[in-house]
């Protein structure tokens, strides 16, 4: 009898095991299902322009002080209209569960019809974000470690305040540091200069057009962000070597390189109910491939050629560059907003930048948007900018818009 009552307890014991088991296993399971989602967003939006002035015929969508016709006719007489649908953008995004115990994988795949590069005033495919996040390393494209995107304000153009710091950029992103009102991080960047060689084009055309950019460093890009029921502030900096070298040259002279460097402060102020003021000063030197729209990042500067110096004596700058964004966002109730503010880029030009060479831009707008049920929005945009040259001309352009957005997502 004995041995028949210890057997029966084995297979009890057994089977309780299994039990147990198979209760942790599904309650591991349904951790993870509980850590996994996955969301196709985005939204369709048509742009109705009109500029009383003329940009670049290639940015007809988009309000960049740079692209202002200066002179006056050199695209085309002035008033010109466009209706656009490149702002449109499509997204996926979502969070997979790894080893248990262990941060799951979040990642976003996202882009828009914006043409820009050789694709510039197409409507076609262009990648804006593609990254995954583990813990506190990030790798692949989205915004930059240098940029605040909260200070964008609530606007309909597409391409928005000119003084911003604005790349989303290749990275490998490290936060060593995150609370729930704090972070800091640190990474490296994809690397690009442009390069102006200014008037050495007019002296040696042939050295002027092989110039080019040497990129054998990546940028070095850290910031520390806090936050509050008051608003946020983010401090930034870069450090980067902007290299050059020349094409088709023995040992590719002449070439070198040269430290550039920025320092971006940064965040908004909430005030009364949604209302918030953004704001953003940064300074730096060679820093133009960051910012929204202007400047050059390297440029020669140093004795112009003379009689008894005809060829110069030119080295290579980073130069000098200040931005600055102020904005307010108003929401009048639940269906009423509106955004005004102004910004600028300032360019310190050197000596050796030719006189039609940008030196500053200005940008201002002011808007009504409508939501009249969710995911819908409607409203107009009233735009002013100006663009100016190292040799002190001017030419500025206002523009209207009337945009329509329908907004749309679904989580699985």
Do not use: C
């Not at 390069?195 to 042939?206: C, K, L, M, S």
Request: charged share 20%; aromatic share 12%.
């Amino acid at each position: 009898m004995a041995p028949i009552m210890n057997t029966r307890v084995r297979v009890l014991a057994r089977v309780a095991s299994i039990a147990l088991l198979s209760a942790g296993a599904a309650a591991t399971v349904q951790a993870a299902e509980t850590n996994k989602s996955f969301e196709i967003y985005g939204f369709a939006q048509v742009d109705a322009i009109y500029d009383f002035g003329r940009m670049n015929p290639d940015w007809d969508d988009a309000f960049r002080p740079s692209k202002i016709a200066n002179p006056e006719g050199i695209y085309g007489s002035d008033g010109q209209a466009s209706v656009s649908v490149k702002q449109s953008r499509f997204g996926v995004k979502g969070t997979m569960p790894t080893a248990e115990g262990h941060d799951p994988v979040n990642f976003v795949f996202e882009f828009d019809l914006f043409g820009v590069g050789s694709d510039a005033g197409q409507t076609t495919f262009r990648l804006r974000k593609a990254y995954g996040e583990w813990g506190s390393l990030l790798v692949g494209q989205t915004n930059s470690i240098f940029m605040d995107i909260d200070v964008f304000p609530n606007t309909i153009d597409y391409w928005g305040p000119d003084g911003m710091v604005f790349w989303r950029n290749v990275q490998i992103r490290w936060t060593p540091w995150k609370t729930e009102h704090s972070s800091f991080a640190i990474g490296i960047e994809e690397p690009s200069n442009d390069v102006d060689a200014g008037q050495i084009r007019e002296i040696d055309p042939t050295l002027g057009d092989n110039i080019q950019s040497d990129e054998k460093v990546p940028n070095l890009v850290a910031h520390w962000r806090t936050r509050g029921d008051w608003g946020h502030v983010q401090v930034a900096g870069i450090l980067r070597d902007l290299g050059y070298d020349t094409k088709g040259t023995q040992n590719n002279k002449p070439k070198g390189s040269v430290t550039g460097w920025g320092m971006n402060l940064s965040g908004t102020i909430n005030t009364i109910g949604r209302d918030k003021i953004l704001w953003q000063y940064v300074y730096g030197h060679g820093i133009a491939g960051y910012m929204n729209d202007g400047g050059m990042d390297l440029a020669p500067q140093g004795p112009l050629p003379s009689e008894t110096d005809p060829d110069g004596n030119a080295h290579a700058e980073a130069v000098p560059l200040t931005g600055i964004v102020a904005y307010y966002d108003h929401y009048w109730n639940d269906k009423f907003s509106t955004s005004l503010g102004y910004s600028t880029t300032y360019v310190n030009n050197t000596n050796w930048q030719t006189p039609d060479t940008y030196k500053k831009g200005q940008y201002t707008s002011v808007n009504l948007l409508y939501y009249p049920v969710p995911n819908v929005m409607m409203g107009g945009e009233v735009l002013w900018g100006d663009l100016e040259f190292k040799d002190g001309s001017t030419q500025d352009d206002t523009r209207v818009q009337f945009s329509v957005k329908y907004s749309w997502g679904k989580t699985f």
